[in-house]
T-cell receptor, first 115, second 114 residues
Framework: DAGVIQSPRHEVTEMGQEVTLRCKPI?????LFWYRQTMMRGLELLIY????????DSGMPEDRFSAKMPNASFSTLKIQPSEPRDSAVYFC?????????????FGPGTRLTVT | GNSVTQMEGPVTLSEEAFLTINCTYT??????LFWYVQYPGEGLQLLLK?????DKGSNKGFEATYRKETTSFHLEKGSVQVSDSAVYFC?????????????FGTGTQLKVEL
């Protein structure tokens, strides 16, 4: 399996621009997670989906952030407008509900720099 | 609520030294416990897991035992290598009606020197 695929791997943009991050989960997985990692705040869960439906978006920092999962093989995280404080590494992860424990598999991340 | 507490890093060791990274947790139910590792520039990878009390997870020479009485899941390795330099995250999840969120610790950076 190719694992979780994220694109782009690096994104540099100017403040005020729209940024779209993309994720392809592992085929057959039914959960998808978006995380943000910074030195100051560590690893934060932003939102997660189950069977393409958003379950918990309490970690989304503000209305500038939105996430969608139009089908089982694709999700996007959008920031509009972007701000310098959004600079971070954004990870996507997926898992399969099987048994009593759900291991999450992480993508390589997208490093976002907003200038 | 649920939380995970890890020892602060960085932890610096010489090659072949013994490693312990402490992890304790609080949970409202019966959690599964995990250790994830993050190598520089990469995403997190599952290192090992344990799903019930007294279970021992092991992988790549690393071990951790689920201790319910002390609510701990300490990571150990008998002889570290330079290639083990990474950030290690302890995590738990509880299967509730809300789904399968992972609660992570803050991570412990390990540096192994020759």
């Amino acid at each position: 399996d190719a694992g979780v695929i994220q694109s782009p791997r690096h994104e540099v943009t100017e403040m005020g621009q729209e940024v779209t991050l993309r994720c392809k989960p592992i085929s057959g997985h039914d959960y998808l997670f978006w995380y943000r990692q910074t030195m100051m705040r560590g690893l934060e869960l932003l939102i997660y989906f189950n069977n393409n439906v958003p379950i918990d978006d309490s970690g989304m920092p503000e209305d500038r952030f939105s996430a969608k999962m139009p089908n089982a093989s694709f999700s996007t995280l959008k920031i509009q407008p972007s701000e310098p404080r959004d600079s971070a590494v954004y990870f996507c992860a997926s898992s399969l509900a099987l048994g009593f424990t759900y291991e999450q598999y992480f993508g390589p991340g997208t490093r976002l720099t907003v200038t | 609520g649920n939380s995970v507490t890890q020892m602060e890093g960085p932890v610096t060791l010489s090659e072949e030294a013994f490693l312990t990274i402490n992890c304790t947790y609080t949970a409202t139910g019966y959690p599964s416990l995990f250790w994830y590792v993050q190598y520089p520039g990469e995403g997190l990878q599952l290192l090992l897991k344990a799903t019930k009390a007294d279970d021992k997870g092991s992988n790549k020479g690393f071990e951790a035992t689920y201790r319910k009485e002390t609510t701990s899941f300490h990571l150990e390795k008998g002889s570290v290598q330079v290639s083990d330099s990474a950030v290690y995250f302890c995590a738990l999840n509880i299967l509730t009606g809300g789904g399968n969120k992972l609660t992570f610790g803050t991570g412990t950076q390990l540096k192994v020197e020759l």
